[in-house]
């Protein structure tokens, strides 16, 4: 049991290069790091310790991070979890609450509430009707900030090396 796992739930692909981002910082305190599509971790079994962020769709998680969750949740009260997610667009981004299911589940794990990462919806990378129109207005643009989501994941690191 040696790696760390970063996963993450994505529709458009922002979601997953703030996890490419966070595994990065991880990986650069000397820890193995694998991330994984969320929907392609069946068990955590093998990982000390999970980060597992989604992108959120009106208001909701994506299914595949929740169903990570639900189904490893006895497993994950032997294990460290942090949680985000990526979704306000706008250079003001306001803290987003979770979904019900995810703040309980984190709730009995013991672990923080997810932390809110600005999200990206640009005309090249929206998938689907509503997302292309959206992304023709002033929402679209890329608001993840890059240096918080880089502090972020150095607590991340710096906890994991104070574990060891
Ligand atoms: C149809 C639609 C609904 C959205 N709903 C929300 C929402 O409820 N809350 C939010 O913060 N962001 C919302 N967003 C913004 C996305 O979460 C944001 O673009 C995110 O970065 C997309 O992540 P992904 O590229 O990993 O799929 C929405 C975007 C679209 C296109």
């Known amino acids: 049991m040696t790696e760390i796992l970063v996963a993450y739930a994505t529709k458009m692909g922002a979601t997953k290069e703030i996890a490419e981002a966070i595994a990065t910082r991880i990986r650069s305190a000397s820890h193995e790091v694998v991330v994984l599509d969320a929907g392609d971790v069946g068990s955590v079994e093998p990982y000390k310790a999970v980060v597992l962020g989604s992108a959120l769709y009106a208001g909701r998680w994506r299914r595949e991070a929740v169903k990570l969750l639900t189904r490893n949740e006895k497993l994950l009260h032997t ?54 129109k959206m992304a023709q207005g002033p929402m679209a643009g890329d608001f993840r900030d890059w240096d918080e989501i880089d502090r972020w994941a150095y607590t991340i690191a710096q906890r994991l090396v104070a574990a060891r």
């Open 79 to 132: 294990r460290p979890l942090w949680l985000f997610h990526s979704g306000p667009l706008g250079s003001d981004v306001t803290p987003q609450q979770a979904p019900r299911k995810v703040r309980e589940i984190a709730a009995r794990i013991g672990a923080d509430e997810p932390i809110t990462f600005g999200g990206r919806l640009t005309p090249e990378s929206a998938a689907g009707f509503i997302a292309r």
